[in-house]
Nanobody, 126 residues
């Protein structure tokens, strides 16, 4: 079982950037597909980005495509979410998630993931 801890959230002005990190412990994340989700107040948790176990495949929600980049460093047991050109509507708690997999697939649905971090708050001011 892998434990996930997010970090890097904070308060930023619109147009700014943040890089979120998701550190795994307990097991190596190299055999997990990883994803980032977010949940704004009063809204359901939604998909943001996903990456295959090798990093060779990535996928983004339309609302963040071209602004956010997901990446991973399996040697550091860490997944990243680089967020540029941030907008007030990006304000949310951001969660990383892991799914054990032996393939190169990527996953976009919450119920496909087995392990979740506690989340990190991102607030974008206008």
């Amino acid at each position: 079982q892998v434990q996930l801890v997010e970090s890097g959230g904070g308060l930023v002005q619109a147009g700014g950037s943040l890089r979120l990190s998701c550190a795994g412990s307990g097991r190596t994340i190299s055999s997990y597909a990883m994803g980032w989700f977010r949940q704004a107040p009063g809204k359901e948790r939604e998909f943001v980005a996903a990456i295959s176990w090798s990093g060779g495949n990535t996928y983004y929600a339309g609302s963040v495509k071209g602004r956010f980049t997901i990446s991973r460093d399996n040697a550091k047991n860490t997944v990243y979410l680089q967020m540029n050109s941030l907008k007030p509507e990006d304000t949310a708690i951001y969660y990383c998630a892991a799914k054990p997999t032996y393939g190169s697939g990527i996953y976009t649905r919450r119920n496909e993931y087995d392990y979740w971090g506690q989340g990190t708050q991102v607030t974008v001011s206008s």
